[in-house]
């Protein structure tokens, strides 16, 4: 894990060296680290002597798929038709999105807007399925899932995107939130993203927060820089805009 006191170095290090320094010298620094603490293991309380270090080759416990119908009761006492009531559907919110490209990467056009959008979410019923462990003798996270269509439309056409997303219920009642990731090529509105770096890849990304009345979503930008060795490469992303029920 990356300490509160790094993460304040290396803002310093941004003031004084520029985005594109700071982004090398990052990249050292996050090699440095590597995956976990000392030596590349954790071992959180509790593990028991057990790395449980992210992306260093542990594997996360197994689970089983289990289809089941869109109204057939769950181990959780509420059927799949009841766990996503609450996210399906349409909702309408104001957008504002802004985005300064001077001394940025990526060239957003146009830069600034508000407007008033739709956001819709559509299940596939049939896709319905309930995430078990796959023997009882292990520990998962068990969820009900199901595949849905979001689209994401403006009054002015700016944005107008649509595309499947995985939803997941979890214990407690919670539906987590779920991301739509758009291609700057495949962007279907008015509004465009660009970026002057060679081979490089820009998307939009729309983070739905909640529907209903709340109605609340963000806008990502990302960009992917490649390295000119073709190994891997530079990639981040920042908030564009967000959009809230009126």
Not at 17 to 42: D, K, N, P, T, Y
Not at 187 to 207: A, F, I, P, Q
């Amino acid at each position: 894990m990356v300490s509160g006191a790094l993460f304040a170095t290396l803002a310093g290090m941004e003031d004084e060296m520029g985005f594109r320094g700071f982004i090398a010298s990052l990249g050292i620094v996050l090699a440095l680290v590597g995956c976990g603490g000392e030596g590349g293991q954790q071992e959180p309380a509790g593990s028991g002597g057990k790395s449980s270090c992210g992306g260093c080759g542990d594997k996360p416990p197994p689970t089983r798929t289990n289809p089941i119908g869109w109204d057939e009761s769950t181990p959780f006492g509420v059927t799949p038709a009841e766990a996503f009531g609450a996210v399906a559907g349409s909702c309408s919110a104001s957008l504002k999105w802004e985005y300064a490209s001077e001394g940025n990467f990526s060239i957003v056009e146009p830069p600034a807007g508000s407007t008033d959008v739709t956001v819709t979410v559509a299940f596939d019923e049939a896709s319905a399925s309930f995430e078990d462990c796959a023997a009882a003798s292990f520990q998962c996270n068990r969820s009900i899932t199901a595949e849905a269509q979001l689209t994401v439309a403006s009054a002015d056409g700016a944005f107008a995107d649509e595309g499947s997303v995985h939803v997941t219920y979890v214990p407690g009642g919670a539906v987590s939130q779920f991301d739509l990731r758009v291609l700057a090529d495949d962007l279907g509105g008015t509004l465009t993203v660009s970026s002057n770096e060679k081979d490089s890849e820009s998307s939009l990304t729309y983070r739905v927060l909640a529907m209903g009345s709340a109605c609340q979503g963000e806008i990502s930008l990302g960009l992917f820089i490649p390295h000119e060795d073709g190994r891997g490469g530079i990639g981040f992303d920042g908030q564009l805009g967000s959009w809230s029920g009126k």
